[in-house]
């Protein structure tokens, strides 16, 4: 529409092209009058080659604009055209020659118009009458031969053959019957005088005349004529004008006078006396005017309308005191004024109007008509500013409501459109109509989030069934088509159904946790919900809600050095001569908790000296405090305590054996200690593992050095000074961080190294892994495995990893 708008008059043709199917072909029909109700005129469907199923779908039906729709009917099933009311001719039409009666037969989708016409055709149903039953003539004697006398003719209110043919008149001595045809449908009568009167022979005579109409069968009427034989003869009103003509506008107040007849007579006396009837008068005329039978003044007495009766017919009678009489033709026309403003009629209304129909869409025909005529009938109609609707101009008075643009329920639910019809007259008369038009909705709109994405925060260790969050999706469509339902959509999470960790309720779209969580396992994860409506067919979107998992502290922090009770086999040994603040010893403990659930303090809880020894809050270093001296006990034990800082914390402990002795000799000494007869070699046994591990680690430096010399320009971190746990030590658990089944290096500094103590003399050196180090293939080397090596030197580490457990005392 947007490429046409230049061009207005193709515009247009668009519009218009809409009902192009729109005809207007002619039917008519016969029918006699008084058929009974139900009788057959024609049918309808068949002469105009309309397919009779589609008939009723078209809403096809008989209009008409003088509401003749009382007379026949429209049979949409059979597509007849059917007599409704039994017709009478005379009271529809009276003296009309042609009868017709007008109709439209009004069809839609699309408008369609076809004109019909029935011609009700006449019988003989009347009889003539004559306007009086008897006539009353007064005759001298002296009349001669020849001489006649005007008599009123009969009427019969049928037309053509079935009215008055012929008149005859009973036989009798004096007169005889003389008939002229003045028009068609008029025709003088005369008595003519066949044998001169004698009053004293015959003082009345009496006769009848007969008056027969051309009927089949016949129908005649009578009326007695009686003649009196007088002494004198006289002469005849005549008239002014044989025809009078006024004209009288519609509104014509009572007692307007219309005209004024007037007729003299020669005769002097009761002879020229002249007295007014009317001779000839239908019934609607007797209703609306008044003759003065003394002043032949012709007066309104009933109001007048244009649009029943434009013109009256009618004959004035001048009569003298001895009944000699003459008439005249009074025409009075009725003028046209505009007394009646358009009458809006709705034939068709689609309502409510689904709101996806395309513009230009015809939602409804109005029929517009104004009684009046001419200037006054005709009219111009329009439909108010502001409405997506118009009116486009269809045959003859009909104009199809358009939708001009494109409906939305959602903005606009219903329009009251105001249809105003103007007629031209001045002043002009003018009425409006309201409609009001509903949209009918449509499923258009999907559901839509509110947000964007949602997330939920949720601890570990919930409870199943606990709420996480909820999501909201709002759809402005009616009723089912804008009500919501959520759902989850399938996917996978860990290799489970997303369904195992997560529930939707379908309603309300509050989003409830399955299972307890685990933030050791899981840190988050992504569900997709979509949200649908009811509507047919539904509409739908997605959107996604990330669910975090938040730490608890539930993990105690575990010790990996010194190995737990029980398997303890470590003593460290402090030089003699140590000073104060040197480093013995250091416990190492790990937080499969995160963050300040993972953050360890140590402390020294119980000692054999408390004032020998103190550990670094944080890096769990136990150093010296003072200079060893000579009174100072030969064994110590501390009770350490790690705890981790959340709330509440979790704490674990260990006992930590130190020696005090420079000379490996006086390990024997040990046997006092707690450990097993078992281990009474151990001296020897510690003297060549040392021996064999100094041995091995001096062979390592070189190689080392060899190898840093080699690549010099690669250079290769292996003892960072940071402390590398062999995966071993992890808990199983630590195994899977990204889900990758992979541990990543960085993730194993951030988990361990706490203390992050950067001159820590105890390595552990693991197989070194620039990135990874698969969970699965990290060292089955448990705590004892470290007694294990120290018991036999020469149990050779792992193949395949690379692995040395290296005790380096700053004395050594
Ligand atoms: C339309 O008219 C009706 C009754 O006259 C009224 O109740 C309704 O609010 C109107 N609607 C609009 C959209 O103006
Ligand atoms: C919903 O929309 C469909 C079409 O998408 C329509 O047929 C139906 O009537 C609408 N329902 C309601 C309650 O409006
Ligand atoms: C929502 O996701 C489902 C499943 O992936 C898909 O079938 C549907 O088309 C999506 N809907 C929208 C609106 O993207």
Not at 132 to 140: A, P, T, Y
Not at 275 to 294: D, G, P
Not at 326 to 337: A, F, M, Q
Not at 423 to 449: C, M, Q, T, W, Y
Request: proline share 5%; aromatic share 8%; net charge negative.
């Amino acid at each position: 529409m947007m490429v046409l708008r230049g061009i207005p008059w193709l515009c247009c043709v668009c519009c218009f092209s809409v009902f192009v199917r729109i005809t207007a072909a002619d039917l008519s029909y016969s029918v006699p009058e008084e058929m009974k109700p139900g009788s057959f005129v024609g049918n309808i469907a068949k002469d105009l080659g309309l397919d009779k199923a589609k008939l009723s779908y078209r809403k096809a039906r008989l209009d008409s604009e003088e509401n003749y729709q009382q007379y026949c009917d429209f049979d949409s099933k059979s597509g007849n055209l059917i007599v409704r009311e039994q017709i009478d001719r005379e009271e529809l039409c009276g003296e009309k020659i042609s009868c017709v009666l007008r109709f439209e037969l009004i069809l839609e989708n699309p408008l369609e118009l076809h004109r019909v016409s029935v011609l009700i055709l006449d019988i003989n149903d009347n009889s003539p009458v004559f306007p009086s039953e008897s006539v009353k003539l007064e005759i001298s004697e002296s009349a001669v031969k020849g001489a006649n006398y005007r008599l009123i003719e009969a009427h019969d209110m049928d037309i053509g053959q079935n009215t008055v043919t012929h008149y005859s008149l009973q036989k009798n001595d004096y007169f005889v019957l003389s008939v002229n045809e003045v028009s068609d449908r008029r025709k003088s009568i005369e008595l003519v005088l066949d044998k001169e009167l004698d009053r004293e022979k015959e003082r009345d005579i009496n006769f009848v005349l007969v008056a027969a109409d051309g009927g089949n069968p016949q129908r005649s009427g009578t009326a007695n004529i009686h003649v009196s034989v007088l002494d004198a003869n006289d002469n005849a009103p005549v008239f002014d004008q044989a025809v009078y003509k006024a004209s009288l506008p519609e509104n014509a107040p009572l007692d307007t006078v219309v005209v004024t007849v007037s007729a003299t007579d020669a005769d002097e006396g009761v002879n020229g006396e002249v007295t007014y009837e009317f001779s000839r008068i239908s019934e609607k005329a007797k209703r609306v005017f008044s003759l003065n039978s003394q002043t032949g003044q012709i007066k309104v007495i009933g109001g007048l309308d244009f649009e029943s009766n434009s013109k009256y017919e009618m004959r004035v009678d001048a009569k003298d005191g001895y009944g000699l009489s003459s008439d005249s033709t009074l025409i009075i026309d009725i003028t046209d004024v505009n007394d009646n403003a358009p009458v809006i009629h709705v034939k068709s209304l689609t309502n409510p109007i689904p709101e996806n129909v395309s513009p230009g869409t015809e939602v409804g025909i109005i029929n517009v008509q104004d009684r009046d005529s001419e200037k006054n009938r005709q009219v111009r109609c329009s439909l108010q500013q502001g409405v997506p609707f118009k009116l486009v101009p269809s045959i003859k008075n009909y104009y199809s409501v358009v939708s001009t643009g494109q409906l939305d329920r959602e903005v606009v639910s219903d329009y009251n459109i105001t249809i105003t019809a103007t007629d031209e007259g001045s002043p002009p008369l003018s009425s409006s109509k309201s409609l009001h038009l509903s949209v009918a909705d449509i499923n258009d709109n999907p559901p839509v989030f509110e947000e964007e994405s949602y997330s939920a925060y949720v601890s570990e260790n919930n409870k199943a069934g606990s709420t996480l969050c909820s999501v909201t999706a709002r759809d402005p469509d009616w009723r089912q088509n804008g009500t919501v339902i959520y759902s989850l959509l399938a996917a996978e999470v860990n290799g489970a159904p997303v369904s195992s960790y997560v529930s939707v309720n379908g309603d309300t779209g509050v989003i409830h946790a399955v299972r307890s969580f685990d933030y050791e396992q899981l840190r988050s994860f992504k569900v997709q919900l979509m949200a649908r409506d009811n509507g047919s067919p539904p509409l739908s979107s997605n959107v996604s809600v990330s669910v975090f998992i938040s730490d608890v502290n539930d993990n105690p922090p575990q010790i990996l050095y010194p190995a737990p009770e029980g398997n303890s086999f470590m003593t460290e040994l402090v030089p003699k001569a140590a000073h104060g603040g040197s480093l013995v010893s250091k416990v190492i403990a790990v937080d499969a908790d995160s963050g300040q659930n993972a953050w360890l303090s140590y402390q020294i809880v119980k000692s054999t000296d408390p004032g020998l020894f103190t550990i670094g809050v944080h890096s769990g270093e136990i150093r010296t405090q003072r200079d060893i001296s000579e009174t100072d006990s030969m064994k110590q034990t501390l009770i350490v305590s790690v705890k981790d800082n959340g709330q509440p914390s979790l704490s674990a402990t260990c006992s930590m054996y130190l020696l005090i002795s420079d000379n490996l000799a006086e390990v024997p000494e040990l046997k006092d200690i707690s450990y097993d007869e078992k281990n009474s070699k151990l001296t020897s046994y510690l003297i060549i593992a040392l021996v064999s591990v100094s041995t091995f680690f001096l062979t390592f430096i070189i190689i080392i050095l060899g190898v840093r010399f080699c690549r010099r320009r690669k250079p290769r971190l292996l003892f960072d000074g940071a402390v590398t746990i062999p995966g071993a030590y992890l808990p199983p658990n630590y195994a899977d961080v990204d889900g990758t089944g992979t541990l990543r290096s960085t993730y194993n500094y951030d988990a361990y190294l706490t203390t992050g103590s950067r001159t820590s003399d105890f390595k552990f050196v693991s197989s070194y892994n620039d990135n990874t180090l698969p969970a699965e293939q990290t060292l089955r080397k448990s705590p004892s495995d470290f007694a294990d090596a120290f018991g036999s030197a020469d149990s050779s580490p792992e193949v395949g990893n690379i692995y040395f457990v290296i005790f380096v005392y700053e004395h050594f």
